[in-house]
């Protein structure tokens, strides 16, 4: 759990997914299209992938792809980001990050 956190804590935004997730590669898109880069982590090819899935899955997250960390804290996954995008406040918690720049 330390590991993913950390990784988490390593960038404005960090994503962690699946390389066949198209709720993961939507949510990236998403992201990007407010001029964020996320920090991608592709759990089914990372060396370490299955021990940060569990970690992940211990952390609240389920499924445990896509899990979203914004801020260096976990917001959680495409339900929650999609929450935050509908309300109009994923933009501001992407501006407060200093993921993006207005």
Same mark, same amino acid.
């Given at each position: 759990?330390?590991?993913?956190m950390? =990784?988490?804590a390593? +960038?404005?935004?960090?994503?962690?997914?699946?390389?066949?997730?198209?709720i993961?590669? +939507?949510? /990236?898109?998403?992201?990007? +299209?407010?001029?964020?880069?996320?920090?991608?982590? @592709?759990?089914?090819?990372?060396?370490?992938?299955?021990?940060? /899935?569990?970690?992940?899955? /211990?952390?609240?997250?389920?499924?445990?792809?896509p899990?979203?960390?914004?801020?260096? /804290?976990?917001?959680?996954?495409?339900? @929650?980001?999609? +929450?935050?995008?509908?309300?109009?406040k994923?933009?501001? =918690?992407?501006?407060?990050?200093?993921a993006i720049?207005?």
């Amino acid at each position: 759990m330390d590991m993913v956190m950390k =990784l988490g804590a390593s +960038s404005s935004v960090v994503i962690f997914t699946k390389s066949s997730c198209c709720i993961s590669h +939507s949510i /990236e898109t998403l992201i990007r +299209s407010f001029g964020a880069n996320p920090t991608i982590y @592709e759990l089914d090819t990372h060396p370490n992938g299955k021990q940060m /899935e569990k970690a992940l899955m /211990e952390l609240g997250c389920q499924p445990s792809v896509p899990a979203i960390f914004i801020g260096k /804290e976990l917001v959680g996954g495409a339900n @929650e980001i999609m +929450s935050l995008n509908v309300r109009g406040k994923l933009k501001q =918690l992407l501006i407060r990050a200093n993921a993006i720049w207005v």
